[in-house]
């Protein structure tokens, strides 16, 4: 839902613009996400995420700089998504699962290493929209570790003058997940422990 479809009158528009305009424009903007993502140093957020089947579930979002987030499901919902020490972390806690894998193989990873250089493995999407910037990311070396679109809203009171809106990732089965984020604050205090969890496995508890 993410993404924009150019309007005809648009699509004449950029049909007539210089490539090299374009090419230059778009360099720009990939600069500016750059910059952006190395200038985050914590955020938080409520996140409303959808999967395939339309399901709809929501809760909050830590992120912390470098390599740390953590998806807080709404209460009721036995699920928690962890990232830390390079790792992502899926845990289930009404089977008592624990599922991990590298950080830099999820499209999560475009989000949680900012040292990475986006024009290696990410494009602007245009858009009809001028006060959103899309980014889709992958890696092409390694289809299997999926792709992820971020949407960015041109937002002053943002790093760099943008807030991240959300993103659609597919993974390599073509699964899609959208998030949507809202009421994103910025540089507000982040303990570490925030990002630890309690393993289902061995307590059978949850956090």
């Not at 830590?62 to 209460?75: D, S």
């Not at 089977?95 to 602007?124: C, H, M, N, Y």
């Not at 910037?133 to 009171?157: C, M, Q």
Request: aromatic letters at 6%.
């Amino acid at each position: 839902m993410f993404r924009h479809c150019l309007a005809p009158l648009a699509a004449i528009a950029a049909t007539a613009m210089p490539a090299a305009v374009i090419a230059q424009g778009q360099s720009a903007d990939l600069q500016l996400v750059q910059t952006h993502l190395r200038g985050l140093s914590t955020m938080t957020a409520d996140f409303s995420q959808t999967d395939r089947a339309g399901k709809v579930l929501t809760g909050t979002l830590t992120l912390k700089q470098p390599g740390k987030l953590r998806f807080q499901y709404e209460k009721g919902v036995p699920l928690l998504i962890v990232a830390e020490g390079g790792a992502l972390t899926f845990i289930d806690y009404s089977v008592r699962q624990v599922q991990r894998w590298p950080i830099k193989e999820s499209p999560l990873g475009v989000l949680l290493d900012p040292t990475r250089d986006l024009t290696r493995f990410a494009s602007v999407v245009p858009g009809a929209d001028d006060r959103l910037l899309s980014v889709e990311a992958r890696d092409p070396k390694h289809p299997e570790y999926g792709r992820i679109t971020l949407v960015f809203a041109r937002n002053a009171a943002g790093p760099a003058g943008l807030t991240l809106q959300g993103w659609v990732a597919l993974d390599s089965q073509n699964n899609r997940t959208t998030v949507r984020l809202s009421n994103q604050r910025f540089g507000t205090l982040v303990s570490d422990g925030t990002f630890r969890w309690n393993d289902p496995r061995r307590s059978g508890g949850r956090r």
